[in-house]
């Protein structure tokens, strides 16, 4: 068995010249020759390699081209290797080279030095099965024949890491490699061969020795990742890129062993069709091939990729597989369909963001995308904007909402057209359908509504001063339930001041009370009342309006004098009293102020002086030299400038002191006008409160005293009564003895009080100064005639009394009944059954006693 191989490592070096002047000159793939490997004279399957994959290949059949244009200026510096390697034995042959150290022997003649040899670097394949060590290079110098030498070499992969690589044999020069080795470990090692003799002594120059590891295919392609993610739109034309997937391979790029080649091996679902994508055999990109993309029947794919090195070779590359996913992305292609072509839909009045129906739809499209979501629009049925039908971004729904509220006595029942449309338009390629319509009919149900006040708040303009039972205005409500019959009642709801009064069914309003504008109720001149109205509804609603009472100012107000104190010296020296007026009107019955001094008493206008500085300002002086410390009332007269001017006696307290050269009182002044003015002031005041409560007391208790004689000294004594049926009674209402009535009632009083204002006397009675004539005594004697005397003559001198009441005036009297001051005079009546009992003397007794002759004459009327 003997294999035979072509020498060829130095026989290509002047061919090789001439190939890249061929090259350069033509600049083309130039064929450098052919190479054969026999087998006992048969061809054998062997697998040839290059020692310079990057410009040269070889192919099968073994011919040797070069794989890039070549120039003149390249230069080989190591011969072109061809390794042939039997597949079945894995064996290669050849002569091992030698590499002699260059030689350093100089010619001095000569200009110019001769250059080093340059040393071609050795190729190894890797991956070699042996044997090992494996020879690889002998390295020889010319001075072993004179002297013995010892060999050695350095450097990665001799006596540096990884070490155990190489060795060489200290005699004879041969390098061998000891392993095999990995070009995707270490591709190429740097080693420098020593020669020495036997002591030491270095005999030549180290020279480098490069070993580059040749590749061999023993790496599968590798994709990035396992799984490739891309999508592609639904409907895309064909070549649309979808996605690129790579897969790298670690053996040498340069070489066929690292060139990939992609192609789709399964499509998975094969409809509409089993090549819907095809792929760039080079760059790996992925593209649509086929039209029918269609997301809702295919929503994904998943392709199958193989990588194959050798340029695709199925027969000697290496493959390896990959998963693309490509997934059809949406597009609006299918319209939203109502599920119904009538929605209903119900809405109390008065009640806003209410949903009132539901509207559902369909769509194809990608839920939650824009194709799919929807947007639904009022096109009729809505004029006035009552209603709007947001999406549920949930179920894609139609919330017909109540924005606006509706009455239902205008509006009671609303038809609607709504048109569903998604968020994204449809796709220009898809044939614009018929848009979807539904109709939304809605009923609307009445409630009982509150009544309003109209206008609310209302404003009247009234005169202050204004008397009690005056009717100031209507104030109604309206009721919006007009198809319904609801009555409406009326009630204070505030009134603060308690001047007004609503009448509960017409809604007028009264005042109770007089209206004063200074009241502390009042705020800026208005008053407020609110009041409250309710209907009859079930249930019933109710509502509140506001009355504002603008008064308008009259000259009600008397102006008193401010400040009310002041202080002075015992002796002024040209100083006053700056003073002015408060009133509580307003302008134009305020200012400006006239201020003088009373007549009386004598000595006010004696001591002192006022003079007017301004319309708010007067000056008040001393007149004398000299006053006597201690407090001064002053009484001063102001008048202000109202329509009628009213004017007041105000009196300012002044404290004369004696004065410091500053003019200010002194000290002890000042003590004792303190404990003056707190002190003592204070008991007074105690004192004059008490005495003033002891004398009302006192007086009360004489008028019930005169009350009760009096009505004693009208009875007749029971011993002098002719009258047998008159009995008397201790119990309650037996007889007019306990009958306590207040005859003051009938009496006018001297002077008018404000307790006489209160009680609605409205009389101003001058009584006459004339002396009181003489009324008669009583006699004591015991007959009956007596007493007509007596009152004859009595009634006789009260009707020529001038001062008796009443006096000639207007009187207004209180009527006689429930209200009245005066009480009831129903007690009066005395019993009619003594039929037996003669009164008709009374008739003697004068005209005023004639009723009551005739009341008690016993006749029949």
């Not at 110019?112 to 050795?122: E, G, L, N, Q, S």
């Not at 295919?298 to 493959?319: F, H, K, R």
């Not at 839909?345 to 499209?365: F, S």
């Not at 204004?466 to 009721?479: C, G, K, L, N, W």
Request: proline content about 8%; glycine content about 6%; charged content about 20%.
């Amino acid at each position: 068995f003997k294999n035979h191989f072509q020498k060829i490592s130095f026989l290509m070096f002047p061919f090789l010249w001439a190939a890249s002047w061929i090259d350069d000159m033509y600049d083309v793939v130039f064929i450098c020759l052919a190479v054969k490997y026999v087998d006992c004279g048969r061809e054998a399957h062997v697998r040839f390699e290059c020692s310079q994959p990057g410009d040269f290949g070889i192919s099968v059949d073994g011919v040797v081209f070069a794989l890039r244009p070549l120039h003149e200026s390249h230069s080989w510096t190591s011969p072109l290797l061809i390794r042939a390697q039997d597949e079945d034995t894995q064996q290669q042959w050849g002569d091992i080279p030698e590499i002699v150290f260059p030689s350093h022997q100089i010619d001095m003649s000569l200009k110019r030095t001769k250059r080093d040899w340059v040393i071609p670097p050795i190729n190894v394949a890797e991956n070699s099965r042996g044997p090992f060590p494996m020879e690889l290079v002998r390295i020889r110098s010319d001075n072993d024949e004179k002297v013995s030498l010892r060999y050695s070499v350095t450097g990665p992969g001799a006596d540096q890491p990884p070490t155990g690589v190489f060795s060489i044999d200290p005699i004879s020069g041969l390098l061998t490699v000891l392993k095999p080795l990995d070009r995707e470990h270490l591709p190429s090692f740097n080693l420098r061969a020593h020669a020495v003799d036997l002591n030491g002594n270095q005999v030549e120059n180290p020279i480098d020795v490069i070993i580059n590891v040749i590749d061999m295919n023993d790496n599968r392609p590798e994709f990035i990742q396992q799984i490739w993610n891309g999508s592609v739109p639904e409907g895309s034309k064909p070549g649309t890129s979808v996605m690129t997937v790579t897969a790298v391979d670690k053996d040498d790029p340069g070489t066929l062993n690292g060139q990939l080649r992609y192609k789709i091996v399964s499509q998975n679902p094969s409809i509409p069709s089993p090549n819907m994508f095809t792929i760039n055999n080079r760059t790996g990109s992925i593209i649509t091939v086929a039209a029918g993309l269609d997301r809702e029947k295919v929503p994904q794919y998943t392709l199958i990729i193989q990588a194959t090195d050798m340029e695709g070779n199925p027969m000697y590359g290496l493959s390896n597989t990959g998963t693309a996913v490509i997934t059809i992305t949406d597009v609006n292609d299918n319209p939203p369909e109502f599920t119904s072509e009538t929605f209903f839909g119900t809405v109390p009045e008065n009640q806003v963001n209410v949903i009132v129906a539901n509207l559902t739809v369909t769509d194809k499209d990608q839920p939650n995308t824009g194709a799919w979501k929807t947007i639904y629009k009022i096109t009729a049925g809505d004029p006035m904007g009552h209603f709007s039908v947001p999406t549920d971004p949930i179920s894609n729904e139609g919330l017909v909402t109540v924005v606006k509220s509706i009455d239902y006595e205008i509006n009671r029942s609303f038809v609607l057209m709504v048109v569903a449309l998604n968020e994204v338009p449809l796709d220009k390629g898809i044939r614009l359908p018929r848009q979807s319509t539904a109709t939304v009919s809605i009923r609307v149900t009445d409630v009982n509504e509150s009544p309003y006040f109209q206008p609310n708040p209302k404003v009247l303009r009234l005169q202050e001063g204004m008397q009690a039972e005056s009717e100031i205005t209507v104030f109604t409500a309206q009721d919006p339930d007009r198809f319904e019959q609801q009555s409406l009642r009326y009630s204070t709801l505030s009134d603060p001041a308690n001047w007004l009064r609503i009448d509960p069914i017409s809604g007028r309003i009264t005042t109770i009370a007089v209206l004063d504008r200074e009241s502390p109720f009042v705020q800026d001149n208005i008053y407020t009342a609110t009041f409250l109205t309710i209907d009859s509804g079930i249930p019933p609603a109710s509502s509140t309006g506001t009355l504002q009472i603008l008064l308008l100012d009259i000259n009600d107000n008397a102006p008193e004098v401010f400040p009310p104190e002041a202080e002075m010296c015992e002796k002024p020296e040209n100083n006053g009293i700056n003073i002015t007026a408060l009133d509580g009107d307003m302008d134009p019955n305020t200012g400006p102020f006239s201020f003088e001094l009373p007549l009386q008493p004598s000595d006010v206008r004696k001591n002192w002086t006022i003079t007017r500085l301004s319309g708010e300002y007067a000056q008040l002086s001393l007149k004398i030299d000299f006053l006597e410390s201690g407090l001064y009332r002053i009484p001063i007269i102001i008048t202000d400038s109202g329509d009628m001017p009213l004017s007041n006696t105000s009196y300012l307290r002044v404290k004369v002191c004696h004065c410091d050269h500053n003019g200010d009182c002194t000290d002890q002044e000042r003590i004792m006008s303190a404990g003056l003015g707190t002190g003592a002031i204070i008991t007074l005041l105690l004192c004059i409160i008490t005495l003033l409560i002891l004398v009302l007391l006192f007086v009360m208790w004489m008028k019930r005293r005169d009350k009760e004689r009096l009505v004693k000294q009208l009875l007749i004594d029971p011993e002098e009564d002719i009258r047998d049926s008159i009995l008397k009674y201790d119990e309650e209402g037996g007889g007019e003895e306990d009958q306590d009535y207040d005859l003051s009632q009938l009496q006018q009083p001297d002077i008018e009080t404000d307790g006489l204002k209160a009680i609605g006397i409205r009389r101003m009675d001058e009584r006459p100064l004339h002396p009181e004539p003489h009324y008669p005594v009583r006699s004591t004697a015991p007959h009956p005639g007596d007493i007509g005397d007596f009152i004859s003559e009595g009634l006789r001198a009260a009707d020529n009394d001038p001062t008796a009441p009443p006096y000639d005036s207007l009187l207004v009297f209180d009527y006689e009944g429930n209200g009245s001051t005066a009480g009831s005079l129903s007690s009066i009546n005395s019993s009619s059954s003594d039929g037996d009992q003669d009164y008709d003397y009374l008739h003697d007794w004068g005209p005023r006693f004639t009723k009551l002759a005739d009341m008690y004459s016993g006749t029949d009327e």
